[in-house]
């Protein structure tokens, strides 16, 4: 059970360039989130995917796509990096039990836009 | 506009001392705080969560503290270890808004031995 996955784990890319964050989850969760954290920012939604087949913008969506490929999978795409769009990324999936809701965090993609 | 504020930015405290971080919000609608920990290199990960029909929860060394009147949560760490020294987030949302959180801005814990 590995849980979040995401790749690349580090990428480097020249601004206008694009690219495609992958994220995956082996827990048959139904939920799964974007997230982008920034020094003194927190963490912000980009965007979440309540089910297969439906996608919907979080706080910081403008420059990003995302793909809810199938249930395991939620992609993330830049079509034209910015530097702006430095960051850390940050993938989740969420499931609820009784009054308690978790979200479960991949280890991130840390991105250095040029 | 900060829906979720969060304080202190940083906090130093000595091994074994009590760690207190506290958040505040603005939406009345919210009915579910949890606290995320997050080591260097990593994910976040749910640390203990609370819901405003009770005013404390307790997991271990771990207390949250709910003020709904204030509109103010907080979490206490008992006996902090050097193992505790991570970046603690606040968090809000509301039922119904598929999980959608919002995070404070985090705490940065350093426990000195």
């Known amino acids: 059970n590995a849980g979040v996955t995401q790749t690349p784990k580090f990428q480097v890319l020249k601004t206008g360039q694009s690219m495609t964050l992958q994220c995956a989850q082996d827990?048959?969760?139904?939920?799964m989130y974007w997230y982008r954290q920034d020094p003194g920012m927190g963490l912000r939604l980009i965007y979440y995917?309540?089910?297969?087949?439906?996608?919907d913008k979080g706080e910081v969506p403008n420059g990003y796509n995302v793909s809810r490929l199938n249930k395991r999978e939620f992609s993330l795409r830049l079509e034209s990096a910015a530097p702006s769009q430095t960051s850390v990324y940050f993938c989740?999936?969420?499931?609820?039990?009784?009054?308690?809701?978790?979200?479960?965090f991949g280890p991130g993609t840390r991105l250095l836009v040029l | 506009q900060q829906q979720v504020k969060q304080s202190p930015q940083s906090l130093i405290v000595q091994k074994g001392g009590i760690s207190i971080i506290n958040c505040a919000y603005e939406?009345?609608?919210?009915?579910?705080f949890p606290w995320y920990q997050q080591f260097p290199g990593k994910g976040p990960a749910l640390l203990i969560a609370?819901?405003?029909?009770?005013s404390e929860k307790k997991e271990g060394r771990f207390t949250i503290s709910f003020n709904k009147s204030a509109k103010q949560f907080s979490l206490h760490i008992m006996d902090s270890q050097p193992g505790d020294s991570a970046t603690y987030f606040c968090?809000?949302?509301?039922?119904?808004?598929?999980?959608?959180?919002?995070f404070g801005t985090g705490t940065l814990l350093a426990v000195q031995p």
């Open positions: 989740a999936s969420s499931e609820t039990s009784g009054s308690q809701e978790t979200q479960y």
């Open positions: 827990m048959n969760h139904n939920s």
């Open positions: 995917s309540a089910s297969e087949g439906t996608t």
């Open positions: 939406n009345t609608a919210f009915d579910y």
């Open positions: 609370i819901r405003p029909d009770v």
């Open positions: 968090a809000a949302s509301r039922s119904g808004a598929t999980n959608k959180l919002i």
